[in-house]
């Protein structure tokens, strides 16, 4: 009765689908997995993406033993219990113990300390399993104990994969229903999925179960069965013109067209696009493209993509309508883009990156760090060098002439004056 999805994780990492930047043969991964010498670490990304599939194996192919937890059922007596048998464990037999924990951002404080010191001895191996950045969800003391492991969404091939594998294997998956899903539903299928496996799956799996068969007793998947399922109705343009139509929508945008952007995003709407696309993409060109020229267009784009999430088609569409409009409208600048990329460059290249001595923390310092210079002690802005002296006088940010920015003050010395702003 356990779901499809639940059904078809392999256990041998050879059957593992996807993620091969991680686990593609000769990577990190792969060799501590293998050599059996994988400490403790964190999988995050997308649902649906093998994080607990791939725990799991790691944990099976290395014969060491193994709990499971889940962090929002679980609490500190469940870990602490995990712990005590691990170290009876490891003292009786010299076997390892694994702690699988999945949702792991869930844990509070109190829940992530009581696993320090055992993952500190070596007398658990932890394994946390999240869809949040756990540098940000996370406790500093764990993510600085674990080497942290990010998944991407599957590609489309890898989900048709999974789906093939399922439609074929007679004990866990769909074989004995004598399944037959057309190319262009299974694509549907692949393409509504956005990376996650599962959800795919489940989808096909409800397909099947409550399609009738035919009069041949084959059960048969068309593309109307597959937008049922994914509840998302099929593109009515193929691959190539779907993206010529995003192309054209982000440089109509940058192009400052109102008419052709609003024309385009129509275009992709009405041909089944998930609209929550195009208002990322109008949030990001209005960092990209108007930027500072008129910053509050990235509040417009943000509030439109806020209300689509809460109205939905067709309300959702006169937000976003007006955001387009205004993003259109709105001067233009790539000055932050430029200065993410040369500061992003300066950041690698530079070869001492050492902070100025009175910019470091003041706290926990054995010696005391003088020589910072208080801004509002001198009315809000007095000279000071902030960059490293390798850098010189770098310029990442340079305003444009264009809307707001043309009234920004930048001294001879490069430093932003805020009083000019």
């Known amino acids: 009765m356990a779901p499809l999805s639940e059904r078809m994780r392999c256990n041998r990492l050879k059957d593992f689908i996807g993620q091969k930047h991680l686990i593609s043969k000769g990577s990190l991964l792969s060799r501590a997995i293998e050599a059996d010498r994988l400490g403790s670490c964190i999988f995050y990304g997308p649902p649906g993406t093998g994080k607990t599939t791939l725990a799991n194996i790691i944990a099976e192919s290395t014969g060491a033993a193994y709990a499971y937890l889940n962090a929002v059922s679980s609490g500190v007596s469940d870990a602490k219990k995990v712990i005590d048998d691990a170290k009876s464990r490891l003292s009786l037999y010299g076997k390892r113990t694994y702690l699988l924990l999945d949702e792991c951002h869930r844990w509070s404080k109190a829940q992530s300390d009581c696993v320090l010191s055992a993952i500190e001895k070596g007398e658990i191996i932890f394994i946390g399993s999240t869809t949040e950045n756990p540098y940000v969800t996370m406790t500093k003391a764990i993510v600085s104990r674990c080497r942290i492991f990010e998944f991407k969404p599957l590609t489309q091939d890898d989900i048709k994969e999974g789906l093939l594998r399922a439609l074929a294997d007679d004990v866990k998956g769909l074989g004995q229903y004598r399944a037959e899903v057309k190319e262009e539903a299974l694509n549907h299928i692949a393409w509504m999925s956005n990376g996650d496996l599962r959800s795919a799956l489940n989808a096909l799996e409800l397909a099947v179960i409550t399609t009738a068969p035919n009069d041949k007793g084959v059960i048969e998947i068309t593309l109307p069965i597959a937008e049922e399922v994914a509840q998302r109705r099929a593109l009515s343009v193929d691959e190539s013109l779907y993206y010529d139509i995003i192309s054209a929508f982000c440089k109509s945008l940058r192009g400052s067209d109102p008419d052709a952007a609003v024309y ?32 509050y267009a990235l509040n417009i784009a943000m509030n439109a993509l806020q209300a689509m999430e809460k109205l939905g088609l067709p309300e959702g569409r006169i937000p976003l309508t007006e955001a387009i409009i205004y993003v259109c409208l709105a001067p233009k600048s790539n000055s932050v883009v430029n200065a993410l990329y040369s500061a992003d460059d300066a950041s690698k290249r530079a070869e001492d990156q050492s902070i100025p001595y009175y910019l470091r923390d003041a706290n926990y310092k054995v010696e005391k760090v003088t020589g910072y210079k208080y801004p509002h002690a001198y009315g809000g802005w007095v000279e000071q060098r902030y960059l490293p002296e390798s850098l010189g006088d770098e310029r990442f940010y340079v305003p444009s002439n264009n809307g707001k920015e043309k009234d920004i003050i930048i001294p001879k010395d490069k430093k932003i004056n805020p009083k000019g702003v």
Do not use: T
């Open 264 to 295: 385009y995003a129509m275009r992709l709407l009405n041909a089944g696009c998930d609209p929550m696309l195009i208002c990322r993409r109008l949030v990001v060109h209005s960092a990209e493209d108007v930027g500072m020229a008129d910053p």
